[in-house]
């Protein structure tokens, strides 16, 4: 993550991710508000994108550590370097170690999906703990760093530890929209944050950010809120748009049907008519 570009391909998948978590529960919540209270058999369509998004996950992680270790200047699976009596490449260590986790996570999800013998809510519990651990390596990788360096990512652990704490919500309260709106709006935050970081940290044009000037810290802690607000936004915004979707096209199914329905007497009679006539 030395790079701008380091910082831009995982902000790149959270966005990615925030939106399609949006557009998802949206479209679960709408089902679950036309169904019958008896009726809570989840639809193909729902675990397809269920298999979709544990598969798509447990690739992305597999190809996160693969790359992390296998590198041309990565570890290459080797810890420690018993020559010189070193570690090798924890960064990238760390790095892989964040990826096993969601993999752990992508795996829960396919798992529990597919089989009913898995407890309600692992899918959930893996992901609490997987930004967690995300959290938690970030927290440490930061020490000793400038005061800007050190605070912009102590930031980004404010969207990582409240996805984790919401996300431990979920498996104790199911199908909240709330909750579930609230982590894609967390993982928006948290992906556009990572652009955040990139651009301060490796801008792209422009004089570099002094990393010591407390007037920087006070902008980017400012800029952090209007990223929150942003993602409170987005989600907004795409969600009314899901919703709004989904009730013209059930609208317009229900004016088709009835009017086949007021149709088919008309039809019937029209018919019998026809057959009398045909009788004199």
Known sequence: MANFGGHAIPGSFFLIYGFWLTVKHILQHYWRKNQL???RAMP????RMEYFEGGFTIF???VGIMVEQFVVDGPHAHLFDYENGTWVKLMNWQHSTMYLFFLIFGIALVASTASKMLPVG???LTLSIALFVEGFLFYYHVHNRAPL???IHSLLLAAVFSGSASTMLEVFIRDNIILELLRACLFILQGSWFYQIGFVLYPLRGPDWDLKLHDNVMFVTMCFCWHLAIALLLVACTSSVVWLTLTRFSAESRDIEIGMRN??????SQKALLEESEEE
């Open 37 to 39: 209270k008896g009726r």
């Open 44 to 47: 193909p369509l729902f675990k």
């Open 60 to 62: 992305a992680s597999f």
């Open 122 to 124: 692992i899918d959930r």
């Open 149 to 151: 360096d050190a605070h």
């Open 263 to 268: 149709t088919s007497p008309k039809t019937g």
